[in-house]
């Protein structure tokens, strides 16, 4: 089938090639761009990046719309703060958290989400909301385990066979791209998987799915589960990062910044969501503090472009919705949704290509 | 044995009683069609025999095993499939796909397994497609494997839900009004395809409207109405049954039922 389409496999090429050149070129960054700003931004926008991968499993491919989701980035960050400092006097390793600390986000996931299985749409948005206010809250109360709003500082210094990461960007940088590598491999695996058409099929009509006798209880809790377990690993890299964890940076505003990353970008599709968080992640801690320095050298002192941060992000997603509801680089799913009457022949010849490779 | 019994099965929403006391059974290997006219109670059966809804009385057996407390994705791994009345596919899923998450519940692939497409996962996996791929060509949507569920013309949806009902191997498949909003054409084709999926094994137990459909393909055929079984036989007798007439027709002194 592939000879009868010309360009069918310079574009499947191409496909294949994208992901690992720019892979390479990631790689190879940090030594061709000694500026540390530059690497620490990029490391920041990694944590987005995972934060954004889990949260696309539980809204993009099951449709549970969750307003919560910076809980879980808080719980990976607190097991990270209270484990590994002086805290407690704990000190578990940092590689050996990268596995414990997605495991309790995994289970506060089922824990925050049995409660929300019968709720649907706006009803879930809204106890998802509610549960993204109370662990920032309880963290904040806690405050004999937590230090309350002073939050917990000095962490444990990750170190690689006895060389401690220090205050370099660069360790994180390539912890962060090994982890998103890990990322996008076990979203993809998951979408072409049992579990995977289980989560669209009720993201589609939860009635039907049940008749398919797919268990809608445990297929939910495992997206809560999944999803969560992203945001715990992304939550231990960031707090080892910044060296400090408190509750305040755990605010609403983290949950509708991931969701506005998956807005933009495109829902359900992986790399879309990856282009979003690195665009909203690159406004957010680069272009708006180098503006904002660049007004000050120019001798706008008391202007502050980061203050304008959430306004530009409403615009933005206004334009988006006006222009382009289905994101940057929408899922197959989502573009027709916006655009069902129009047929575009060079979508649909895609499709087809798609829809072989991944069935060959 | 019976495949499917249901003994004294009553159902009521509040005070109304949309379902009294129906009793009967369904042989393995038949095409049995349930008819009545709207209201009767019929798609209540259906949503009873899945467990959407809980009998008020009464039980329902399949192979001899009650059916209460089970939760519809019990019932369904059990063996019992069906379609809706307003189609329900997956829209904004591939064809393909439809069918194979019609296979989920005779699957074995676990979250570990889907997370990390282990060796067992992807053999799986090929021969679910394959199994998808030949039952998309049994009711003859070879071609439309890549297409979305929602854009095919929908005769071709109709008989997509079938495909994804029979991905489970069931023992019953339940057909909610199959020729509804289908032309002459189609219909003669769902003739065929009933009577080839009775042939693998499948009993069929169908709800239609289409008489001409129902006496041309069922074996047997039950009549309810106002949830009261009012008759059940062969096709030609409940054809010339008084109280079948009287209930589509009303009586021949001119009052209504």
């Known amino acids: ?360 | 044995m019976a495949l499917l019994r249901l003994s004294s099965v009553s159902k009521n929403f509040g005070g109304l009683a949309a379902l009294s006391e129906l009793s009967f059974e369904l042989e393995a290997g038949r095409i049995v069609a349930m008819i009545g006219p709207n209201g009767a109670g019929k798609s209540t059966v259906f949503n009873l025999i899945t467990g959407i809804y809980a009998p008020s009385s009464g039980s329902i057996a399949l192979d001899g095993r009650p059916l209460g407390g089970l939760n519809t994705n019990r019932i369904a791994s059990l063996g019992i499939a069906r379609t809706f009345q307003n189609i329900r596919l997956f829209a904004f899923m591939s064809a393909l796909d439809n069918v194979m998450t019609g296979r989920h519940a005779r699957m074995h692939a676990s979250m570990l397994d889907s997370l990390l497409h282990t060796p067992g996962q992807r053999s799986e996996e090929r021969r679910v497609r394959e199994r998808a791929r030949e039952l998309l060509a049994f009711v003859a949507l070879e071609r439309e494997g890549a297409s979305y569920a929602r854009n095919l013309p929908y005769g071709g949806q109709r008989r997509l839900e079938i495909a994804r009902a029979l991905a489970s191997d069931p023992k019953l498949l339940l057909l909610d009004e199959p020729a509804a909003g289908m032309n002459p054409r189609e219909k003669e084709d769902l003739i065929g395809l009933i009577g080839r999926i009775r042939d693998l094994g499948v009993t069929v137990f169908l709800i239609e409207h289409d008489m001409a459909l129902v006496m041309n393909v069922s074996e047997r055929v039950t009549v309810l109405d106002h949830g009261e079984k009012i008759a059940e036989g062969t096709p030609d007798a409940v054809r010339r049954d008084e109280r079948v007439i009287e209930a589509y027709l009303g009586r021949a002194d001119g009052t209504a039922s």
């Open chain 1, 1 to 360: 089938m592939a000879g009868s389409r010309p360009g069918g496999k310079a574009a499947r090429a191409l496909r294949r090639g994208a992901p690992l050149a720019l892979g390479l070129a990631l790689l190879a960054y940090p030594f061709l761009d000694r500026n540390n700003s530059h690497v620490d931004f990029l490391a920041n926008a990694g944590a987005f990046i995972l934060l954004a991968l889990g949260l696309n499993i539980v809204v993009g491919f099951a449709g549970l719309l969750d307003l919560g989701y910076a809980a879980f980035f808080a719980i990976g960050s607190y097991s990270y703060a209270m484990l590994a400092s002086q805290q407690f006097g704990l000190h578990v390793p940092f590689w050996l958290m990268l596995l414990i600390a997605p495991v309790i986000a995994a289970l506060f996931g089922v824990l925050l989400g049995a409660p929300t299985l019968r709720l649907r749409g706006d009803y879930l948005a809204i106890v998802t909301l509610g549960f993204g206010e109370i662990v920032p809250q309880t963290f904040l109360n806690l405050s004999q385990y937590t230090n309350g709003p002073n939050g917990i500082s000095s962490l444990d210094q990750p170190s690689l066979f006895g060389h401690p990461f220090g205050f370099s960007a660069t360790p994180y940088y390539y912890v962060l791209l090994a982890l998103i590598a890990l990322g996008i491999l076990a979203a993809r695996n998951l979408q072409n998987s049992r579990l995977g058409r289980a989560w669209m099929a009720i993201r589609e009509d939860e009635l039907a799915a049940r008749h398919m006798g797919i268990n809608t209880t445990v297929t939910k809790l495992s997206a809560f589960a999944l999803g969560a377990s992203f945001s715990g690993l992304a939550g231990v890299v960031y707090a080892a990062k910044l060296d400090l964890v408190s509750p305040d940076q755990f605010q609403f505003n983290v949950s509708v910044l991931v969701l506005s990353m998956l807005v933009l970008g495109g829902m359900g599709n992986i790399w879309g969501v990856i282009l979003g968080s690195f665009v909203l992640s690159f406004i957010n801690s680069f272009l708006l503090p180098q503006s904002t320095s660049l007004a000050h050298a120019a001798g706008f002192g008391n202007l502050d472009f980061t203050n304008y941060r959430f306004m530009l992000y409403g615009v933005i997603l206004v334009l988006m919705m006006l222009f382009r509801p289905e994101g940057l680089i929408p899922s197959r799913q989502r573009a027709a949704e916006f655009h069902e009457a129009q047929t575009d022949p060079k979508l649909a010849a895609q499709e087809q290509a798609e829809y072989e490779g991944a069935t060959r």
